[in-house]
T-cell receptor, first 114, second 117 residues
Framework: GAVVSQHPSWVICKSGTSVKIECRSL??????MFWYRQFPKQSLMLMAT?????????EQGVEKDKFLINHASLTLSTLTVTSAHPEDSSFYIC??????????FGPGTRLTVT | AQSVTQPDIHITVSEGASLELRCNYS??????LFWYVQSPGQGLQLLLK??????LVQGIKGFEAEFKRSQSSFNLRKPSVHWSDAAEYFC?????FGGGSNYKLTFGKGTLLTVNP
């Protein structure tokens, strides 16, 4: 149980285009979903927290107009990187929380902006 | 502010040897503590968690961790390491930080485990 999927697992896009990443909780309802960014050989940096049906809460320093988060249902959250630039290249990981305090993580999405 | 410190950036052990990964945290209230493992290019897998009760918790893959409130520590241990345990290990503390209403995790910087044959 407690499986979280992400799609796509790897995406390459041109600078200036937008990319959407999906995060799904497959076998449980996620009251809250989280989006993280991870740079090579570094820890996870929380970008935002989203609750189903409400606006996401962004961490300080994260541009909400650049990283659009939509939590459309209890099993789906999406992160859209708008007008992507090479500095947005990173590993993006989502997680989902059900009724408890643990978070279950997706496999991550590698974004490369050329 | 809450923080998690993993003092060891990289640890190398021989297969079959015992392992202890250190984790210290700073948090004003009772912490929810976690250990996650990450293989290269993958997401994080929950190894074990501590919320309350018995301070020695058992996890998956033969791992255990002990919560010591007096030392603000939550060290991860395994009696005999297998080559497949080579990965990055993250300690995390969960809570409602900064007066916010959202629950979130704060991660340590991670410890990379290398296992020699």
């Amino acid at each position: 149980g407690a499986v979280v999927s992400q799609h796509p697992s790897w995406v390459i896009c041109k600078s200036g285009t937008s990319v959407k990443i999906e995060c799904r909780s497959l076998d449980f309802q996620a009251t809250t979903m989280f989006w993280y960014r991870q740079f090579p050989k570094q820890s996870l940096m929380l970008m935002a927290t989203s609750n189903e049906g409400s606006k996401a809460t962004y961490e300080q320093g994260v541009e909400k107009d650049k990283f659009l988060i939509n939590h459309a249902s209890l099993t789906l959250s999406t992160l859209t990187v708008t007008s992507a630039h090479p500095e947005d290249s990173s590993f993006y990981i989502c997680s989902a929380r059900g009724d408890g305090f643990e978070q279950y993580f997706g496999p991550g999405t590698r974004l490369t902006v050329t | 502010a809450q923080s998690v410190t993993q003092p060891d950036i990289h640890i190398t052990v021989s297969e079959g040897a015992s392992l202890e990964l250190r984790c210290n945290y700073s948090y004003g209230a009772t912490p929810y503590l976690f250990w996650y493992v990450q293989s290269p290019g993958q997401g994080l897998q929950l190894l074990l968690k501590y919320f309350s009760g018995d301070t020695l918790v058992q996890g998956i893959k033969g791992f255990e961790a002990e919560f010591k409130r007096s030392q603000s520590s939550f060290n991860l241990r395994k009696p005999s390491v297998h080559w497949s345990d080579a990965a990055e290990y993250f300690c995390a503390v969960g809570g409602y930080f900064g007066g916010g209403s959202n629950y979130k995790l704060t991660f340590g910087k991670g410890t990379l485990l290398t296992v020699n044959p």
